[in-house]
Every structure is written in structure tokens, then in C-alpha cells.
């Protein structure tokens, strides 16, 4: 691979065929991803993710499985081991919008040079804690600003990021219903 | 604090303190999370999360920040330092609803020996790759297969992991639309 063909430590060639692929056979896009967690006590959990479904088959590329932990700091009774899970969904957001924003860059071949977020989101725990029926659990609103220096026209930049937000798998799941099926085993 | 105080790692009395300081003052109910994410190349982010405001008061109990890097395995061009977005995003929920359950059990008085959860989402990579209309960004489904060991009787146990589906923060946000406003600074 030639230097030509990396733009924002993205392989452009690669990408250009993984489209292609898909574009061929659409059962290449289908992906199923996993996690395993465990609770340790308190609010403290550790979850483990490492294989997946995708691109037509089992992958199993990583060696050993990325570890993350969960808890809740000292004023919602936890042991602080870990961001809690609100927290998490954040980096999750922020995580799918640099994907978006990066890729999508790169195969109009704009260079960025920088790019950083700060996301704020209010919830009341008077929903969590069943204290009113007014306070939905979750999140009531969540901000994302972000910062970019590229090598491109703000009119283009600014055309990017709609369409980042239009394809964005973790934004969609935010504004949008996604099933959830709960089943426990006793 | 006595060891009779405690059940499941939570301190009883403080759940029933926290529980009668938000009844007695709902603002006390009011959180605002954030995160920071600088992106550091291609799918690669590390997201910084430490302060919020809750309890009526900026929270700075923390004394570091956690880290969390996000990226995409090789088969999506990444480099494989931290799990994707997506990923990230079915242990947000596997920690939300192990808070809820444990917490919720322990102001039932009931004991938990074990729970574990096992996630999984299906995820058609059309939509982020612009090349389906019909196929959203984000998840299709998600499936939430959860075990648990505990001293209660199993019609107990189902009861509470539908309250605990009632009153999920995480579960709320991927089940309903969340309001997010994302602006761009160019």
C-alpha cells in the first residue's frame, strides 16, 4: 500500500472496494456484534467483547477480548470503577460520529487535521428511581458539539456532518426506536 | 455502617436516603453526564469522562478521568484498539440493567449470588455506507438473554426484571427516541 492511498489513517483503496463488495453481494453488510458481562457487586460490572458476525462470516481477528467496566460513582451508591452506563452511551455517540465524520472525509478525499467532541445529556433520576411518572428514565436531551480543522470549504464541512448525521448507526439508535427483546432466565 | 446495612454491595441506607432526599427535593433528581473525545486516526477516539453535576452540585469526586478508546476491527478498516461504537453500545445496556436489577433487588431484600447477560444486535452496514434506503443505520434488533442466581422465587424474579425494563435509563434511550442536537464548529 502506498502512502497515496491512506487519507486520515483511513486505507482508501480498501474502503473503496469494501463498498464495491457489499455493493455486489449486500449479504457481505449483514453484522451481529456481541458482549458478555458479568456483575462483580454493586454497580460494578465487566464486560467482555471480541468475536463477531460479519462480512460473511465468524471473525475472529482479536486475539483477546477488550475488557469494560461499569460502576457508578460514590452519589448513586457505587464504587467508582468505571464510567456508568449513560456516560458510556456518550463515548459510544461521539466514537460513531468521528467514525462517520472520518471515513466519509476521506472518500471525498478531505484531509482532517483535528476533530473533537464534547457531549452533555440531562436525565432525571426520578424516572430510574419509579419517583414520577413524568421522568422518562433516560436521557431527556443530549448536545453534541463538535470541532474540526480539515482541509475543505466550511459549505462542504458543513454538508458532511448532515450527512454523518444521516448515516450515523449510533445517532440513528439514539433518535430512533430500536427492538429490544429482555429475556431472563431465573 | 453495619454489614447488616448492606445487601448485593449496596448500602441500604443510603438507597433509602437518596430515595427520601429526591422526594423531599426533585431538583436533587437532576444529572447532567458529559464526555470529551479527541480523535486520534482513522476509526481510533479516546473519550475522557470525569465530571458531572448532580445532587444539586457539580460532582468532582473523581480525582482522574476514565479513558475509553473506541475503534473498528481490520475487516472495517480500523485498527482494533477498542471495540466500535456499536459495540460499546450493548455494554452501556448490559450495565444499566445490572444496576437496575441489583439495586432494585436489594431494596426488595433480595439477595443476588450471580448475573450475567449476554447482548447481541444485528446490523445491516448498507445504511452507514449510504448505499440502502430501506436499511437504518443503527440497530435492527437487539436481544438481551440475562441469567440470574438469587434468593427469590422466579414469579419475584420476573416481576422484577419487568420493573427493571420499566425504569432502564439505557433501555429507554434504544427503545425511544432521545432528542440530539449536534452542531458543528468549523
Not at 20 to 49: C, E, M, Y
Request: aromatic fraction near 6%.
Amino acid at each position: 500500500m502506498t502512502a497515496q492511498n491512506r487519507l486520515n489513517g483511513i486505507d482508501i483503496d480498501g474502503l473503496v472496494a469494501t463498498v464495491q463488495a457489499i455493493q455486489a453481494d449486500p449479504n457481505l453488510a449483514r453484522f451481529r456484534f456481541r458482549s458478555h458481562t458479568d456483575w462483580v457487586s454493586g454497580g460494578n460490572v465487566k464486560t467482555r467483547i471480541q468475536g463477531f458476525y460479519g462480512a460473511g462470516h465468524e471473525d475472529t481477528s482479536r486475539a483477546a477480548p477488550f475488557t469494560l467496566e461499569g460502576d457508578e460513582p460514590s452519589v448513586l451508591l457505587g464504587t467508582d470503577k468505571g464510567p456508568n452506563a449513560v456516560e458510556v452511551v456518550l463515548h459510544a455517540l461521539a466514537s460513531c460520529l468521528a467514525v462517520g465524520f472520518i471515513y466519509n472525509a476521506a472518500a471525498r478525499g478531505i484531509q482532517v487535521d483535528a476533530l473533537e467532541f464534547d457531549i452533555e445529556g440531562d436525565l432525571d433520576l426520578q424516572g430510574f428511581l419509579g419517583l414520577s411518572e413524568k421522568a422518562r428514565p433516560g436521557y431527556e436531551g443530549i448536545r453534541v458539539r463538535y470541532r474540526v480543522k480539515a482541509d475543505a470549504s466550511q459549505e462542504k464541512l458543513l454538508e458532511l456532518c448532515d450527512y454523518v448525521q444521516k448515516t450515523s448507526p449510533v445517532l440513528d439508535i439514539l433518535r430512533n426506536p430500536v427492538p429490544v427483546k429482555v429475556s431472563l432466565e431465573v
